[in-house]
């Protein structure tokens, strides 16, 4: 069986390469591609039905990145040791390449469409995240799917003051910044990242550094589509069309709807109107079948669309009335939950979040299982958002995808001002609980997260804030407008959903998503800097609130001493089967652990009330302390033996009390002179080469005289 491999080459120009195959595996899929650097593999397959379901106006489009454990030479934890649903790192994953592949497809192109990406080799210091999109990128190109691409995605990072694309997961953990970033040859469309509060410049430099690679890599994926023969893609009829009926709405309606647009309104008020504009002109039209009706409807959302841009760009008006600069009214209060060890509520506009944080123990740390990333990690952040936050009936099932990524985006946003690990002991969970939304809810978690955090005591190095930027062109490019504090329908109806968070020294985390082509440098530098005055109003308002973090933790939090031993009195403190630590656990009602760090064990003990921690850490002292030769102690007498006793005389320490110890006159016999349990007080005469303890009664006894002589 012949096999038509085709294979290209991508040269990141300082020794490494990137190889595209095709024509070698999954051959039935519509597109499929196998993408290779060092030892790490992914495999992207794509497929799309020949024709869209009646009535569906988007694109479905699902993205899937998976890793395979066998990857990584790993069997799968759990249950049933097989890869099962996908977890929040995989989600994360998926996302990115969904926000950059989803904006490059045709909008009237309406067919199910599925992108699975498997990570089936992984080379442990390449990390695939920033391959995945170049992956289904090039399986797209290798199909006859419509598709206005090709693009790319690479990871941008400053190691060691110099910019590199595709860093090695080591690089990475000096790295001052990481962005992952997507485009096409000639545009930028999703930026992610985190970084160390740079400065808007600098931000700006990595997204062209990372373009100029970008451009490359789409380069090779057009000349694989040309050598596949791929450049014709297949044809499609996916919507209806009635001119006449769009003409009719526009010019029946625009006038309507420009007003509601312009009278200031809040979002339900505004919203009802806009229904009332639609339903009485669609009455108008009488009996009407589903397809004119759904046809009507669409016009209407563009006849929206237009006028509410219209009003921007021409009016510098916004739907609430206010400017394009000018941040909704913020309020904020902190401690509003009495039992919670953290607590905030943040309001912006019609946003709220009530966000709680909880001190753990290092028990608490989450365990990460993949195929890829495992280990543990003690700062967690969860994110929530309920129908009845944006007045709707939605059965709660968990996170969904939205979810995970709102709430990473915060998480990477706060976990940036966090203390070092050695300042802080605890395992901190912060929950984002969305009250009300109508406009950028992950900003008011990362404020209300701030806020809750010092509530708690965390020493954070600095308040972060967030915010949510929009953007409106128009058709030509030539006119725009830059929007601070988006709403829900600007974020809809707008061009660019641009989030940046920051202290008052820098930006820390960035999330971009663009709607259109042709975003110049110049606009996103305008957006940065409008961004920053957003940011920093912000956190004035919050510092009304809370200025620092309080001086020490709630009366009812937990405490974590922590203790650092030799590494030798771990098996000591621990005990046969652990039951030594079990057994001052109980006792002291704190919870203990340790594990071994730098040649040296490393204990925390964690509990309710100053009580139980002193008990804890008064019996592992009594663990770790060593016997001194001279020393008198009081010990327990833990055996008998024909030749002495051994008696305890610290935790753990038994030394021997020979026959001959026991007093000045000759014992012959053990019968009678001790019990299992009775208290004696013994001098440590010596210590031998292999650490027995000798013990003395004798010595502690005075001496009975001598005989008189006759």
């Known amino acids: 069986m012949s096999l038509n491999v085709i294979k290209k080459v991508i040269d990141l120009g300082d020794g490494r390469t990137i190889e595209i195959e095709t024509g070698k595996l999954a051959k039935q899929a519509d597109g499929s591609v196998v993408i290779k650097m060092g030892d790490t593999m992914l495999l992207a397959t794509v497929v799309s039905s020949r024709d869209a379901k009646e009535g569906v106006d988007f694109l479905p489009l699902s993205v899937d990145y998976q890793e395979k454990y066998a990857a990584t030479g790993r069997i799968p934890g759990g249950f049933l040791r097989r890869e099962a649903r996908l977890s929040d ?59 206005n691409g090709p693009i790319s995605e690479v990871r941008v990072a400053k190691v060691d003051g110099k910019l590199v694309i595709n860093p090695t997961l080591t690089q990475l953990q000096t790295a001052t910044l990481e962005f992952i970033v997507a485009g096409s040859e000639y545009d930028i469309n999703m930026v992610e990242g985190e970084s160390a509060e740079i400065q808007e ?4 430099e990595a997204i062209k550094f990372a373009h100029t690679a970008i451009k490359i890599q789409c380069l090779v994926q057009k000349e694989l589509t040309a050598e596949l023969n791929k450049t014709e893609k297949r044809a499609y009829s996916h919507e209806h069309s009635n001119e006449e009926l769009k003409k009719a709405i526009y010019a029946a309606t625009y006038d309507q709807v420009y007003a509601v647009a312009s009278a200031a309104s809040g979002k339900d008020e505004r919203g009802a109107k806009f ?26 959302h563009d006849v929206e669309y237009d006028a509410i841009r219209n009003l921007v760009l021409d009016e510098g008006k916004r739907l609430d009335g206010r400017t394009t600069t000018q941040i909704r009214p913020i309020w904020s209060e902190v401690g509003y939950l009495p039992s919670a060890h953290g607590s905030a509520v943040f309001t912006r506009g019609e946003t709220q979040s009530l966000t709680t944080v909880t001190l753990g123990a290092k028990d608490d740390e989450q365990m990460i299982d993949g195929a890829f990333i495992n280990g543990y990690q003690k700062f967690l952040l969860h994110y929530n958002f309920p129908g009845f936050s944006t007045g709707e009936v939605r059965p709660n099932r968990g996170a969904g995808r939205r979810e995970i990524g709102h709430g990473n985006l915060a998480m990477r946003s706060l976990k ?67 929007l601070s504090d988006i709403l829900g329908d600007e974020d809809h109806l707008g061009d660019m959903d641009f989030k940046v968070t920051g202290t008052k020294n820098g930006i820390v ?27 920093l109003h912000i956190l004035g308002e919050m510092a009304k609130t809370l200025t620092a973090p309080r001086e020490d933790y709630k009366s009812h939090a937990p405490r974590i001493v922590s203790m650092r031993i030799d590494k030798e009195f771990i098996g000591a403190i621990i005990g046969p089967g652990g039951k030594i630590i079990q057994e001052m656990q109980r006792e002291s009602g704190a919870t203990i652990s340790i594990e071994e760090k730098d040649n040296q064990g490393i204990i925390q003990i964690f509990g309710d009330n100053k009580e139980s921690i002193d008990k804890a850490v008064t019996r592992i002292r009594q663990i770790v302390a060593k016997p001194e030769v001279g020393e008198i102690y009081e010990g327990k007498v833990r055996s008998i033996m024909p030749f002495g006793a051994f008696v305890e005389i610290m935790p753990g320490k038994d ?31 010596d210590v031998d080469k292999q650490g027995k303890l000798k013990l003395s009664r004798k010595a502690l006894l005075p001496r009975p005289e001598a005989p008189a002589k006759n």
């Open 416 to 482: 940036r001002v966090l203390p070092a690990e050695n300042e802080n002991p605890y395992t901190i969970r912060i929950v984002s609980d969305i009250l009300e939304s109508n406009g950028s809810s992950s900003m008011a978690t990362v404020c209300a997260g701030t806020l809750a955090l010092m509530d708690a005591g965390i020493k954070i190095t600095n308040p972060v804030s967030g915010i949510a930027m929009g953007l409106i062109t128009n058709e030509m490019g030539t006119k725009y407008a830059i």
């Open 89 to 147: 790192y995989e989600v994360l994953i998926s996302r990115l390449v969904d926000r950059a592949l989803r904006p490059m497809f045709p909008s009237d192109y309406h067919a199910d469409t599925q992108v699975m990406i498997s990570l089936i080799s992984a080379d442990k210091d390449i990390m695939p995240d920033c391959l995945a999109g170049l992956a289904a990128s090039a399986a797209l190109s290798c199909s006859d799917i419509p598709f």
């Open 655 to 685: 030394g021997l009390l020979h026959i001959s110890e026991i007093d000045h006159k000759r014992i012959e016999t053990m019968d009678g002179i001790f019990e299992i349990g009775d208290e004696v007080r013994v001098k440590l005469l």
């Open 201 to 204: 410049a600098e931000l700006v």
């Open 509 to 535: 985390a960035v999330q971009m998503d663009l709607k259109i082509n042709g975003l110049s440098y110049e606009v996103l530098t305008n957006a940065l800097n409008q961004a920053k005055e957003g940011r």
């Open 275 to 300: 229904k009332e504009v639609r339903d009485t002109y669609i009455a108008t039209l009488g009996e009407i079948d589903d397809i004119t009706k759904s046809l009507a409807k669409k016009y209407y």
